[in-house]
């Protein structure tokens, strides 16, 4: 019976109709279901989704990071686009978790406050390097609200991000050219050597892209301090996170609804996603003991104990 139910919510959880998980039991257990029980059990994985994502959290978070998921809601009739928001979470223990998610709309000045403040309100005392690198105006109040909320946060910058930006404008015979020389840059093992390299793309590329180094210059700063990090920490921050299967599943969940009913069916369905394949997250990131005692001799007492 255990196994049936994390069947039925699993394939609830990615987008599966009533009917459609009726099928599937059907074919593959032999078993019949009703509908009225997937309900049921779908409702009731509703209710502990939400308290899973309104649970305490620890203390201290020495990473987290804002990614984004484009959704379809039905509102009034009209279809529109909205951009789902995901906070992730490294804790003290290396083990990745998803802390909160929420629909973010351009209208909402204040989205930024709220999103942070519940999370402070959940127990967060301390994070150490918040990371995200989506679209400007997505991320616009991102620091300063940080600043406020979680004083001396680091807000760090990704160059591939910034490259995002115009690559619609970079020729496609050109992509593959430019893509090789950004990861160069990338994987430089010092500060210096990023920005040495930085400068020969500047005299390789400028004279047809400048907006690319321009933007390299105008987030100098930014970029300075993630790449001021060794080259297996900057891994840990930005590939290694969320490294399961869980956004594959999220965005299947996304691409099998196409369209959903409301701003609220949406949240409730991933949130269900999420909680679902939450024990994909369990294991530590590979290298943290030796991230933690970088991140021990930069911030200092800030890494207290949960």
């Keep these: 019976m255990l196994l049936l139910k994390n069947e039925i919510l699993r394939h609830c959880s990615i987008g599966y109709s009533t009917a459609e998980v009726q099928k599937y039991i059907g074919e593959e257990y032999e078993t019949y279901v009703p509908g009225s029980v997937i309900d049921t059990l779908y409702r009731s994985a509703i209710d502990a989704a939400n308290n899973y994502f309104s649970r305490s959290l620890n203390k201290t978070y020495p990473i987290v990071r804002f990614n984004k998921l484009w959704v379809r809601v039905r509102e009034k009739g009209m279809i529109h686009e909205k951009v789902l928001v995901i906070c992730l979470g490294i804790g003290l223990e290396g083990r990745e978790s998803i802390l909160g998610t929420w629909v973010w709309e351009p209208a909402q000045e204040k989205f930024w406050w709220r999103t942070l403040g519940e999370l402070k309100n959940r127990g967060i005392q301390n994070i150490l390097i918040a990371r995200t690198g989506e679209t400007t105006e997505l991320i616009q109040g991102l620091e300063a609200a940080l600043e406020m909320i979680f004083p001396g946060a680091q807000t760090q910058f990704y160059l591939t991000h910034m490259v995002r930006v115009w690559r619609d404008n970079i020729r496609p015979d050109d992509r593959t050219r430019i893509k090789a020389e950004i990861k160069k840059i990338l994987s ?117 104990v949960n």
């Design 188 to 304: 430089a093992e010092t500060l210096e050597q990023a920005e040495e390299l930085m400068d020969h793309f500047g005299i390789q590329w400028n004279y047809r892209y400048p907006t690319i180094t321009l933007a390299w210059q105008i987030n100098r700063e930014k970029v300075a301090l993630t790449l001021s990090n060794p080259k297996w920490i900057r891994e840990v921050i930005y590939f290694y996170i969320l490294r399961t299967g869980v956004t594959f599943h999220l965005e299947s969940a996304n691409r099998r609804v196409d369209v959903f009913d409301s701003k609220e069916e949406t949240l409730a369905r991933l949130k269900l996603t999420v909680n679902v394949f939450a024990d994909d997250l369990n294991d530590p990131l590979p290298g943290w003991e030796k991230a933690l005692s970088r991140f021990m001799a930069d911030f200092g007492d800030r890494l207290s």
